[in-house]
DNA sequence: TGTTAGCACTCTATCTCGTTGAGTGCTAAT
DNA sequence: ATTAGCACTCAACGAGATAGAGTGCTAACA
């Protein structure tokens, strides 16, 4: 039995129709709706056909068919017909480029909000790995006699701060003499070169008078490890799910939530995206459709990806995750766009400030 | 009718029993299990009489009683036990300490987050309103040829930060210089203090060769604009609530989570605590029982909120939200642990260093 | 040979209806 | 004033009965 034309037309029709309706759909139903031309006993021969190839399930013997995680596979891999933003979705887009000035977690947690409102699903967004980051600036402001701000700016536009105690009776300018110095020492290396065995070095080569000063340089240790370990989860639309037929069961509402607020599962997944699911030709789009996922909480989504970069190098995940029977093709659609406008909007920020 | 000491007696016991079940509670289970000592008969007609006093509430005829709003109240004001936290309690709160040398806006989160994981109801947190806050520093760090942070530090230890671009071709020195006037010009005044003409009367006063970065003064006119208007909400422990029977409906349960979604909401609620609220001798406890609430989400959940200080000034509400049959006895005393923990470490934490 | 009409069959969803049991209110006895 | 007793009410539950959607199979048809 093999999988022809007009077995895929139905599949199509009958996937299409499901993630509408959210109902099994039925062989009268696609014979008189859908624009096919046969009878419907002819699609009850098709559809048979289709269940036992795995492409369709029956929730129980007298219901419609509903399509399966393999169905919905082949449906995003070769049958699905693509799909453009509308007019109105692109004109809410534009909102989204006025916050280039603001920094750049702003603007990583705005397009979370921009693409769970569009999409109605729940998005979530990562931030960088650092670890090849370099280091563009270090200073040590002090704010009173007896107390200091660690301040480190990264090229990708982090910023990450600490609060450290002086050394009672602290001279000012020597503190600006040490943030200098500290400066000229680390600016240009990436976050990876900066070791424990590095720190000590540095400790060595600054003179001696500065040895009041030098707990100051594990409080940076710390702060670099901090922005190494990093990686930020953003998370928008989580609620939306909750409208959904699929997750009308609080205890898997709360599962699901609960799941999502945790950063570290989160991070997981996103990063564990397979070979079997990206999708050939899209720039990097990557499709997990129900058990596709490991996780228990996803069985019943589906989670689409892509990444977003500063020029060549990849900066983090962008996630959509929804019902398996989630729309497709214009959720790619968006996230494409609200990706490759991040990529714009980060590639200014990043570039022409450089 | 008045309401004896025996009535009194009875309430108490039907709300204690109904705040564990969530089940309506007959007049067989109360001459049974509670120590009253009268038969079911006579429980019967005191009942009636608490119904008639508008105390209790019957879902329907052949149920058992639940308690109003009303009953809840005369609980909260008059009836209840006060209680102490139990050991283990305590020692989870231990934690909380070690981070005293983390930023400001940590501690209050990680107070939410104590807070919800202790009562198994939802936390919600605001930081200060920094109207009356003063300047501690303000610093414009150079990141690279074209770039800056402006950096600001205010009294409470709240930190604010924004990168400006810099005309092409700015000299370092300059910056340093033009930075360390800023601060002698701003450092000290409290944000209300910082108008519009204020800003209008500094330019005016720096001599005209700094005017190429006379707009950067507009960018520190944002940032305190920012750091004035913001509260921050922090919310802890939301999906705890869909555990109980009160939110099995999702519907409801999206409601509830989309409010706590909507910081304006959430602060505006946290502020409008009541005079009758108000449990004397408490320390500013406040308690808003189902309908004492205006908001719709909120009529069947009771929220009790606390002020914390550093000083003797207010610097934010505390606030537990559950479901209006919540255990307030334990409740309020672990919100009172809290909130006094916090007092006392922010007191160390702004004090200390000051 | 592929398509279709027809029909018996299956299974869920829904409704009704009786039953159960918890709880009440009232009355009469203590 | 308290309590035992009893009739009454009502939600919850389960057992049929019914309707209807949908299927699979067979036989007729083009």
């Known amino acids: 039995m093999d999988l022809n034309e007009r077995k895929k037309k139905i599949l199509h029709s ?10 099994p759909i039925g062989s009268r139903h696609v014979a008189k709706n859908l624009d096919i031309g046969l009878s419907s006993a002819t699609i009850r021969n098709e ?20 399509p399966s995680d393999k169905g919905y596979r082949l449906y995003v891999d070769s049958l699905m017909n693509h799909h453009e933003m509308t007019v109105s979705d692109l004109a809410s887009l534009g909102n989204v480029i006025e916050l280039q000035m603001g920094q750049i977690d702003k ?46 700016v990264t090229g990708e536009g982090v910023m990450k701060h600490k609060r450290v105690l002086l050394p009672a009776g602290t001279d000012i300018t020597f503190v600006h003499n040490f943030s200098a110095l500290l400066r000229e020492k680390l600016s240009g290396l990436t976050l990876d070169e900066i070791t424990a065995a590095k720190i000590s070095e540095i400790r060595r080569a600054m003179q001696a008078h500065f040895e009041l000063l030098f707990p100051v340089l594990d409080f940076i240790a710390d702060i670099i490890d901090d922005v190494r370990a990093e990686t930020e989860v953003y998370t928008s639309g989580a609620t939306n799910m909750l ?3 699929e997750y009308s ?14 950063k570290n599962s989160v991070v997981k997944m996103l990063q564990a995206d397979s070979a079997e699911g990206s999708i050939p ?24 990806t892509a990444n977003y970069y500063v020029g060549d190098q990849v900066m983090g995940k962008v996630g959509i995750i929804g019902p398996t029977r989630m729309d497709y093709p214009k959720t790619i659609a968006k996230l494409q766009r609200v990706s490759a406008l991040l990529n714009r909007i980060l590639y200014e920020f990043y570039i022409d400030e450089d």
Chains 1, 2 share one sequence.
């Open 14 to 23: 009958i996937i299409n129709e499901y993630i509408k309706s959210a109902e």
């Open 47 to 66: 559809m048979a056909d289709l269940e036992e190839m795995g492409y369709l399930e029956q929730p129980h013997t007298s219901a419609g068919r509903i």
């Open 107 to 152: 603007i990583i947690k705005r397009a979370a909000e921009v693409l769970s409102q569009l999409t109605n699903y729940t998005a979530v967004l990562t931030t960088p790995e650092m670890k090849r980051g370099a280091i563009k600036t270090v200073e040590l402001v002090p704010i009173d006699a007896s107390s200091a701000l660690i301040i480190l």
């Open 243 to 245: 409208a959904y037929p």
């Open 249 to 262: 069961d609080v205890r898997q509402a709360k599962e699901f939530l609960d799941f999502l607020n945790d």
């Open 281 to 304: 030709g899209s720039g990097g789009i990557n499709i997990r459709i129900g058990k596709e996922n490991e996780l228990d909480v996803m069985q019943k989504s589906s989670i689409i």
